[in-house]
């Protein structure tokens, strides 16, 4: 069950108004897709994307001050990770149209960003940088991906000399991601195709640093995809997340290491990334298909079942990180940023003393409203209720109170940010509507 708060006064930083809203989308000036989001605290952090430029944030996620890479044009970034408040790594590349030409960059900053500067750069690659997973100033992993037209090429990358060089530490084809516990510890993606329909995903794990890559896992079944994230929480526990049968989702984990891996299908599209705290805590992310049209899922058992968050949100996400249970972001497909302060839930808050006589559902209040608008409800017993906002074909957006709350006067925010303008519904269920239920109206103008 969510915890119960008093009602929350409203904060204004820079104009713009903090509330307890599960998913709130937040622009970024980026024109075009986001791939990586990166926070070292509460406040500082970076995301990049299809554009050769590194953008940043003082204040959670609010602003973002666009870091420019200079001397390098048409260059997509798909990673980007700190070391601390000034040390920063950035990885990626270009593609020049034909199949065995690929550049690859990584780019570094020692002044938070201020300044950006090439570190290491190969050209007619035939791949680029996937991911980068900087220890320290001295030791880097990287995923690579590429082809040749005929065939995946990249594999696992490591460079002992701060990233002015790389060796070549594994490869079976693509390698999307790597997750590591300790400097000798970790585990690796790789996914190997060809033209004449081979397909085969692996999981591969290293305990000597990445001089040996011992294979835990091969699927070469024709529904096989490649595995964009992989994240190891102790020596035993780990997930990953990749297609199956696309667009379904396939859900990886093992508690033993790696020795074992447990695979899970769903039908839906959450394939892109995922992000755990331990191991219970996660979400999924990605797309919508079909009639699940949440693009984030959430657990608290370790993946055995999952909660829909952000439903009728129709951009992808492509990375998810979380510094606690309650804060996180998204880098979204469009090139916005989504944040939570809540773990993705709405907060449900109980307004005041005294018992109500009756069940109630009050108007909302503004309406019209823009984006947000206040939602009150009454119960003078316990009850389980279930308040669920609609659109005006009847779809589900999101349910803002699913759970069992004690008597009382009640009062719940929505924000319509990431929704379009038009009319919608909010539906009042107690005891699964046995005791009573009402639907009222109201509009979103913007």
């Known amino acids: ?95 020049s149209g034909f199949y065995e030409f690929f550049y690859a960059y990584i780019f570094k900053t020692t002044n938070g960003g201020i300044n950006w500067n090439t570190l290491y750069s190969n050209g007619g690659s035939s791949w680029h940088f996937n991911e980068i997973l900087p220890f320290d100033e001295s030791t880097i992993f990287a995923t690579t991906e590429g082809t040749t037209g005929f065939e995946s090429r990249g594999g696992v990358f490591k460079s002992t000399n701060g990233g002015l060089s790389f060796d070549m530490s594994v490869s079976y084809g693509q390698s999307n991601s790597v997750s590591f516990i300790n400097p000798q510890t970790g585990w690796a993606s790789a996914f190997y195709w060809d033209d004449v329909g081979t397909k085969i995903t692996y999981i591969l794990k290293t305990t000597n640093a990445g001089t040996n890559w011992n294979q835990q896992f091969r699927d070469s079944n024709d529904y096989t995809s490649p595995i964009p994230e992989i994240q190891f929480v102790n020596e035993n526990t780990g997930f990953a997340i990749g297609g199956y049968n696309p667009p379904g989702t396939r859900f990886y984990k093992t508690t033993n290491g790696g020795t074992n891996w447990s695979t899970t299908d769903y039908p839906h599209a959450k394939s892109s990334t995922l992000f755990f705290l331990d191991q219970y805590t996660g979400w999924i992310g990605g797309g919508w298909w079909g009639t699940d049209t949440s693009v984030i899922d959430y657990t608290s058992n370790g993946g055995l079942s999952w909660i ?50 009756e069940y109630k559902l009050h108007q909302n209040y503004t309406n019209p409203f823009n984006p947000t608008t206040n939602i009150r409800f009454d119960i003078p017993r316990s009850s389980h209720v279930k308040l669920t906002i609609y659109d005006a074909l009847g779809r589900e957006v999101v349910a803002l109170v699913n759970e069992k709350l004690s008597a009382g006067s009640y009062e719940v925010d929505w924000n319509g940010s990431g929704y379009p303008s038009g009319i919608y519904f909010y539906r009042f269920e107690v005891n699964n509507g046995k005791d009573f239920k009402q639907v009222k109206r109201m509009v979103l103008v913007k």
């Open 1 to 95: 069950m969510k915890k119960l708060i008093p009602i929350l006064i409203l904060l204004f930083i820079s104009n713009v108004a903090l509330s307890q809203l599960g998913w709130v989308v937040y622009p970024t000036g980026v024109n075009g897709i986001l791939r990586d989001v990166y926070f070292i605290n509460a406040n500082t952090g970076w995301v990049v994307g299809d554009t050769t430029a590194v953008f940043k944030t003082t204040n959670g996620g609010l602003n973002w001050t666009k870091q420019y890479i200079y001397y390098i044009i048409d260059t997509k970034i798909y990673s980007v990770k700190f070391i601390n408040a000034n040390t920063g790594f950035a990885a990626g590349g270009q593609h």
């Open 308 to 357: 829909p968050q952000k439903k009728n949100f129709y951009t992808r996400v492509n990375s998810l990180y979380f510094i606690n249970s309650l804060t996180g972001w998204a880098a979204l497909h469009n090139g916005n940023i989504m944040k939570t302060t809540t773990g993705g839930f709405v907060s449900v808050s109980n307004i005041g003393n005294e018992i109500p006589t």
